[in-house]
């Protein structure tokens, strides 16, 4: 996460990795050791940075990403280009590091280089691939000799890595226009002529019979590693929320800014609203342009919402925690500051406008405003499982909201809607419809209003009538409002779950059937 330091993110990680027998203090001793090695030292208590504060160098993020995968000493390691961004020194330091504690801990490293360089020297067995095809697998000190035997000797003063992938590399043949016929044709044959020769070598035959000896031998026994607990992993995901929430300005604090400031030009327009037959229609007004607005408003988080996304997704694909965690993690750490931001602006719109004051009521109208702001976020969580790129998340949300607010029944009322598609069911599947019905019957239920002058003279209007001429559900409470508003907020984040886990299984399959195209 960009808000944290690089010494915070291992923290977390570790938590998050190794297992509940391990002290606290023993698991952040292990952490800045990984650090050491991966010669972050002077870097510890800087932030990692992103899209919007300056950071480290993306050399730096690199090896944060390995300091991760190293906590925990597995097995089997696979780096993807660990030395991109790094100068030479640098490339040398972390693979010489990589290469003893692998050898230390019975690790196994399996690394995708494209820029070998200086730490070509560090690797055991090398494997060279050219568009799919096997060129060369098996010891660094072959490799040489195979290219000699076949016609493509290395020349002298040159890194043997550095030929072994210009004679395969055909990328940029095309952007040599002298020679260009005679490169593309020399780059081509000289895949073709090693992958050949490769197959029937004697070096494939060695490579083949060293496979088959360490399947008869077997490896070790596997043992599964111990992991932290679900509450240990709960308890770390929601403190790295928590955190990471506090210091993105933009997650929520800039929304409670322009809360605070919507709610007190809203409450200076609508300032302390009488019991007159006109303000009928000014308290559903004020109704109506909360329910939107504040609602409409929760969209501005996504951005910061999709990061986080994006970090589970690397995350999760490592095996560090679930989806589950996740999920409460996010609405444990947002429950804070979804109430501040709800709270403080509610009452100063409140205040203002004077809306009904009894005790109820107003805690009716924060919760409900709350899980309102709750059920939008989680909207959009199911948004960004389907729309990663937080541009078109923003897009897509908007439009879902904007449908959802023209049947939300204060635009035209419930009965006027056409029955097909906007009443039946887009009117029952609209969150708005029951926010504003619940915000009705708790502004106007045993409310007493002067009736028109020019109509019905020393006459009064009850909140009964006021909410039949608005055709609101009267046969349930307001507290099932609520209630409805709660269970579409927990359907939705349902929801985020089962497209992640029906994603994790679709993803692979599609992989297999890009492949066999």
């Known amino acids: 996460m960009s808000t944290l330091s690089v010494r915070e993110a291992i923290y977390y990680s570790a938590h998050l990795q190794l297992p509940d027998t391990m002290l606290v203090s023993e698991k952040r001793t ?40 190293m906590l925990t000493r597995p097995r089997l390691l696979f780096l993807d280009e660990p030395t991109s961004g790094l100068d030479s020194a640098a490339s040398y330091h972390v693979m010489s590091h990589i290469t003893s504690v692998a050898a230390g801990e019975g690790m196994t490293v399996v690394a995708a280089v494209h820029q070998p360089g200086e730490v070509f020297e560090l690797f055991h067995s090398l494997c060279l691939l050219a568009h799919g095809r096997t060129v060369f697998l098996g010891t660094v000190s072959d490799a040489t000799e195979f290219f000699n035997l076949n ?35 020399t780059a081509a044959k000289a895949i073709d002529t090693l992958t050949n020769a490769y197959q029937s070598s004697a070096y494939s035959e060695k490579t083949t019979n060293q496979i088959i000896q360490m399947k008869e031998m077997g490896g070790a026994p596997f043992r599964t590693r111990e992991r932290a607990s679900f509450c240990t992993k709960l308890l770390a995901l929601t403190k790295r929320s928590f955190v990471n929430m506090h210091r993105d300005m933009g997650y929520y604090w800039m929304r409670f800014a322009v809360f605070t400031v919507a709610c007190t030009c809203v409450g200076t327009v609508f300032h302390h609203i009488d019991n007159s037959y006109n303000s009928i229609q000014t308290r559903c007004n004020v109704i109506m342009y909360m329910t939107i607005f504040l609602t409409f408003m ?6 910061s919402f999709a990061e986080d996304i994006k970090v589970f997704r690397r995350e999760r694909l490592s095996g560090h925690y679930g989806v589950t965690e996740f999920v409460i993690s996010n609405t444990l750490s947002a429950t804070p500051y979804l109430a501040v931001m709800i709270i403080i602006p509610g009452a100063i719109l409140y205040y203002l ?6 005790g109820s009521n107003i805690a009716y109208f924060v919760v409900t405003l709350y899980m309102c702001i709750m059920l939008v976020e989680s909207i959009m969580m199911v948004i960004a ?11 897509v949300g908007s439009g879902v909201q904007a449908l959802m607010m023209t049947n939300g029944g204060f635009f035209r009322l419930p009965n006027q809607l056409p029955k097909p598609v906007w009443k039946y069911p887009c009117y029952y599947i609209s969150f708005h419809k029951y926010a504003v ?21 020393n006459a009064t209007i009850t909140g009964h009538q006021v909410l039949e001429a608005l055709q609101v559900e009267m046969w349930y409470s307001k507290w099932v409002n609520l209630a409805i508003l709660f269970g579409m907020a927990v359907i939705y984040r349902m929801m985020f779950f089962a497209i992640v886990k029906v994603a994790e299984g679709i993803r692979p399959k599609m992989r297999r059937m890009k492949c066999c195209l």
């Open 385 to 395: 499982a389907v729309v990663p790129d937080f541009l078109m998340g923003i897009v």
């Open 298 to 303: 929760a969209i501005g988080g996504f951005p």
């Open 353 to 358: 406008t004077g809306l009904t004051r009894e």
């Open 151 to 185: 016609g493509f000797p290395c020349p002298c003063l040159r890194n043997p890595s550095e030929h072994f992938l210009g004679t395969i590399n055909k990328d940029f043949d095309e952007e040599i226009v002298e020679d260009s016929r005679y490169r593309r044709k």
């Open 30 to 69: 292990h952490a800045e050791h990984v650090i050491q090695e991966m010669g972050l030292d002077d870097i510890m208590d800087t932030r990692i940075g992103g899209r919007i504060t300056k950071g480290i160098s993306g050399g730096q993020r690199k090896r944060v990403s390995i300091c991760v995968e």
């Open 437 to 457: 019905q619940g915000f009705y019957k708790n502004e106007f239920v045993g409310q007493t209003f002067a009736s028109d002058q020019l109509i019905m003279a």
